[in-house]
Nanobody, 125 residues
Framework: EVQLQASGGGLAQTGGSLRLSCVASGDTLDDYAIGWFRQAPGKEREGVSC????????YYADSVKGRFTISKDNTNTTVWLQMNNLKPEDTGIYYCAAGWVGAWRWAQTSEYDFWGQGTQVTVSS
């Protein structure tokens, strides 16, 4: 069973950048798609991005396209989310998750079996 540890959150100004990391232990990420989700206060958890396990296809929510980039290292133990041109609406707790995900359902939390503990991202205006 894979365990996930998310880190890299913090405080950024509008227009700034942060890079989140999701490190796997207990197993590699070879068999899993990895997704990033975020949850703002009072809102449901939403899918931000996903990287497919088979061919590395990436998916993004419309709200972050062109600003966020998901990538994975060659050892298949770490996934990053590079976040540029941050906006106050990007504020929230960011979670990474792993699962056997159907391509068109990548943004659904029910597709993921393993979750990291979350890292707080706060973007000031």
């Amino acid at each position: 069973e894979v365990q996930l540890q998310a880190s890299g959150g913090g405080l950024a100004q509008t227009g700034g950048s942060l890079r989140l990391s999701c490190v796997a232990s207990g197993d590699t990420l070879d068999d899993y798609a990895i997704g990033w989700f975020r949850q703002a206060p009072g809102k449901e958890r939403e899918g931000v991005s996903c990287i497919d396990r088979v061919d590395g296809t990436t998916y993004y929510a419309d709200s972050v396209k062109g600003r966020f980039t998901i990538s994975k290292d060659n050892t298949n133990t770490t996934v990053w989310l590079q976040m540029n041109n941050l906006k106050p609406e990007d504020t929230g707790i960011y979670y990474c998750a792993a699962g056997w995900v159907g391509a068109w359902r990548w943004a659904q939390t029910s597709e993921y079996d393993f979750w990291g503990q979350g890292t707080q991202v706060t973007v000031s205006s």
